[in-house]
C-alpha cells in the first residue's frame, strides 16, 4: 500500500518512520511518500527515514517531493503533520494571549483560535486535492486543533478521521503502572479533542473491571504531578483529567508561570534545530532520544493501529464498524476523533467528539458512552459551541465572527478581553489570513 506524509519534513517524522518499520505486519507500506515544501528539512529527514527502514529490513520504498499532488496521487492514505506559519507563528500563539491575561497555548484559547484560522483553509485545499487525486483514499489528521481541522474535513464530505495521541499516552502510563500489557487497557475515555476525562480505567475491554478507583488510590501523587494538579482534585473528582484541562482548572496560575518561563515555542524551535542536525549524520539510523522530548509520544503507534484498521489491515469490515465489532490493526477499539452523531446526547450530531470507537474500512462508530456528569458535559458544551464558532470563522472570515469564538471560549469569556484579542490576532496573523 502507498501512504502519504504531509508535512513529511517535520521532526516528528522519523517516530512515525519508525513506526512504519517496526510494525510492518500490522500495516505493510510498500511506498512511503513524505511531502513537504522545504527541501532542505525533507532531505534531512528523509535520508533519515531511509536509514531507519534499511536498518530494520523494511522492504518500503520512501520517496521524497514537494509535489502535493503527485505525493498523493494513487494514495490508500493520506497522514496531515503540518504547521502553517511555522514555530514562528505558535511562538506568537503563546505570547500576545498572555498580554491579555489569558493562557497562551498553541491549540486552546486565542491562540488555538489563531492556529484554527490559519490551519483550516490550508487543510481544506490539501484534502480536495487528495479527493481528486485517490477519491478513495482515508485521511488521518494529526494537525491540530485536531478537533475543529476534523469537523471542517467531515463538513466538507471528506473521509477523514481525527487523532491525537493523550489517550495512548495515558493508556501506556496505565499498563505500565498495572504491569500488564497496553492492550489489555481499555479507556473510558470522554470528552473533545484536547478536552477529555478517563472516566474508568478497564482490564480486559469495554465490559471489563474498571481499576481507576485503585489507581487513583495508589497512585494518585504520581498521576496529579504529571498533570500539575493537586492529587486532593483528582480524588475529589475520582477521574483522571487530560492535562490540558490544568488550563481550566488552575488557568490563573498557568499565566502566572508561563510569564515567568521561555515559551514552549522557542524550546521546540531550539530541540528541532538539534534535532535536525542529528538528522544529517549520515551514521544516524535510529530516531533519538531527543525526540520523546518533541511530543507525540506513541503517536505512530497509533497512527499504524488507525491507519491499519482503515484500510482493512485485519479482520474488521465496514459491516464490523456499523456493529460495534471492532477492526484490525492491533486493539479492536481506538480512541480517535469523529462525528458525534448521537453519541452524547447534549451535544449536536455534528460536534467533533473524541471517545472510544470500532473503526474499519466504513469508518470511525464511537461505542456508547454511560451519562456523562454535568461537572464534563457543561464544560463539553461550550467548548463545542466555541469549536463551531471558530470553524465558521475559519472558513468565512470576519472580524466580527472571531470575536464571537473569543468571547465563547470558556478561558476568555469577557467582552474587554475578546475585543482586545480580536485586534492582536488579527495583526499577527494577517499574512496568513487572505480576509484579513
Not at 309 to 323: I, K, Q, R, Y
Request: hydrophobic residues 45%; negative net charge.
Amino acid at each position: 500500500m502507498k501512504l502519504t506524509v504531509v508535512g513529511g519534513g517535520s521532526t516528528y517524522t522519523p517516530e512515525l518512520v519508525d513506526g512504519f518499520a517496526r510494525l510492518r505486519d500490522t500495516l505493510p507500506v510498500a511506498e512511503l511518500v513524505l511531502v513537504d515544501p522545504d527541501a532542505e528539512r525533507l532531505r534531512l529527514v528523509g535520508g533519515l527515514a531511509r536509514r531507519i527502514f534499511a536498518k530494520q529490513g523494511h522492504p518500503g520504498r520512501i520517496v521524497t517531493t514537494a509535489d502535493l499532488d503527485a505525493g498523493v496521487e494513487g494514495a490508500d492514505a493520506v497522514l496531515l503533520q503540518l504547521r502553517v506559519g511555522g514555530q514562528a507563528a505558535r511562538q506568537q500563539d503563546e505570547t500576545w494571549p498572555l498580554e491579555c491575561g489569558c493562557v497562551g497555548q498553541e491549540t486552546t484559547g486565542a491562540g488555538g483560535l489563531a492556529k484554527a484560522l490559519r490551519t483550516v483553509p490550508v487543510v481544506l485545499d490539501i484534502a480536495e486535492r487528495v479527493r481528486r487525486a485517490s477519491p478513495d483514499a482515508w485521511i488521518v489528521d494529526f494537525t491540530n486543533p485536531v478537533g475543529i481541522v476534523t469537523r471542517a474535513l467531515l463538513e466538507a464530505g471528506h473521509k477523514a478521521v481525527g487523532l491525537c495521541n493523550v489517550a495512548i499516552g495515558l493508556q501506556r502510563k496505565f499498563a505500565a503502572i498495572l504491569g500488564v500489557a497496553p492492550g489489555d487497557v481499555h479507556l473510558d475515555h470522554v470528552g473533545l479533542n484536547h478536552l477529555t476525562w478517563e472516566t474508568g480505567v478497564r482490564l480486559g475491554g469495554p465490559e471489563g473491571v474498571d481499576v481507576l478507583p485503585k489507581l487513583i488510590a495508589e497512585h494518585g501523587g504520581a498521576l496529579a504531578d504529571d498533570l500539575r494538579l493537586p492529587r486532593t482534585l483528582l480524588e475529589r473528582l475520582g477521574v483522571v483529567p487530560s492535562y490540558y484541562l490544568r488550563y481550566y482548572y488552575a488557568h490563573d496560575e498557568v499565566v502566572r508561570d508561563l510569564r515567568t518561563r521561555p515559551s514552549r515555542a522557542a524550546e521546540v524551535a531550539e530541540m528541532e534545530r538539534r534535532l535536525l542536525e542529528m538528522y544529517g549524520d549520515p551514521a544516524l539510523d535510529e530516531k533519538p532520544a531527543l525526540l520523546a522530548k518533541r511530543g507525540g509520544a506513541y503517536y505512530s503507534e497509533a497512527a499504524v493501529d488507525l491507519a491499519a484498521a482503515l484500510l482493512g489491515g485485519g479482520e474488521g469490515t465496514g459491516e464490523d464498524v456499523g456493529e460495534g465489532k471492532g477492526s484490525g490493526g492491533g486493539s479492536p477499539y481506538q480512541v480517535v476523533n469523529a462525528y458525534n452523531a448521537g453519541t452524547l446526547p447534549f451535544l449536536p450530531d455534528d460536534a467533533v467528539i473524541e471517545v472510544q470507537a470500532a473503526v474499519g474500512p466504513g469508518g470511525a462508530a464511537p461505542l456508547p458512552v454511560p451519562a456523562v456528569d454535568p461537572l464534563y458535559a457543561g464544560l463539553m458544551a461550550q467548548v463545542t459551541a466555541y469549536e463551531e464558532l471558530a470553524l465558521r470563522a475559519a472558513l468565512h472570515g470576519g472580524r466580527e465572527r472571531v470575536f464571537r469564538a473569543l468571547l465563547a471560549h470558556p478561558l476568555i469569556g469577557q467582552y474587554a478581553y475578546a475585543d482586545t484579542l480580536t485586534d492582536r490576532l488579527l495583526a499577527h496573523n494577517r499574512e496568513h489570513l487572505a480576509w484579513a
